[in-house]
T-cell receptor, first 115, second 111 residues
């Protein structure tokens, strides 16, 4: 089974702090994604990556950056956390290159609270 | 641009009754359609997908979904609901970009 792990289930940070959310997948998938989930808004795509050192902006990239130095790891960075970034963050991966008919596999999520 | 609509925020159904969770989509070209389920404090789990072929797709836990091209719909169904089916359900579509998700429908199955 594909396993996607996220570094923390719950995280509490202060406004202005730099925050790192880590995601690791163990199935050699090329594609990795970061979403945030908010009640009533569903999942919104922040950033994604099709390959190592490659990144693409999603629908809501403002205030975030990403890093993909190794194929299995995709990091989401909040340069200066703000209260409106309090949310559930979900990482996902998908295999087989650019094939869009493959399902995405999700990690358990990180619930981030910014005070 | 592609989009997904789940018109119901909440669906309530009695245990043993059939359930339907609705989804309509908009995409240019052929759609790839997915259903995911999220149990409390868990990530999303894949249920089923439509890529091509038979319009009725069967998936995990006894769920199925019917692709209707003329109505641009992909409703999720189950003949007999279980209390354990209570969860948040997401429909998603992929045309030529990463998955776009609907806002989710919370299903409550009442014993």
């Amino acid at each position: 089974d594909v396993k996607v792990t996220q570094s923390s289930r719950y995280l509490v940070k202060r406004t202005g702090e730099k925050v790192f959310l880590e995601c690791v997948q163990d199935m050699d998938h090329e594609n990795m994604f970061w979403y945030r989930q908010d009640p009533g808004l569903g999942l919104r795509l922040i950033y994604f990556s099709y390959d190592v050192k490659m990144k693409e902006k999603g629908d809501i990239p403002e205030g975030y950056s990403v890093s993909r130095e190794k194929k299995e790891r995709f990091s989401l960075i909040l340069e200066s956390a703000s209260t409106n970034q309090t949310s559930m963050y979900l990482c996902a991966s998908r295999g087989r290159g650019g094939s869009l008919d493959n399902e995405q596999f999700f990690g358990p999520g990180t619930r981030l609270t910014v005070l | 641009a592609q989009s997904v609509a789940q018109p119901e925020d909440q669906v309530n159904v009695a245990e043993g009754n059939p359930l339907t969770v609705k989804c309509t989509y908009s995409v240019s070209g052929n759609p790839y359609l997915f259903w995911y389920v999220q149990y409390p404090n868990r990530g999303l789990q894949f249920l089923l997908k439509y890529i091509t072929g038979d319009n009725l797709v069967k998936g995990s836990y006894g769920f199925e979904a019917e692709f209707n091209k003329s109505q641009t719909s992909f409703h999720l169904k189950k003949p007999s609901a279980l209390v354990s089916d209570s969860a948040l359900y997401f429909c998603a579509v992929s045309g030529n970009t990463p998955l776009v998700f609907g806002k989710g429908t919370r299903l409550s199955v009442i014993a």
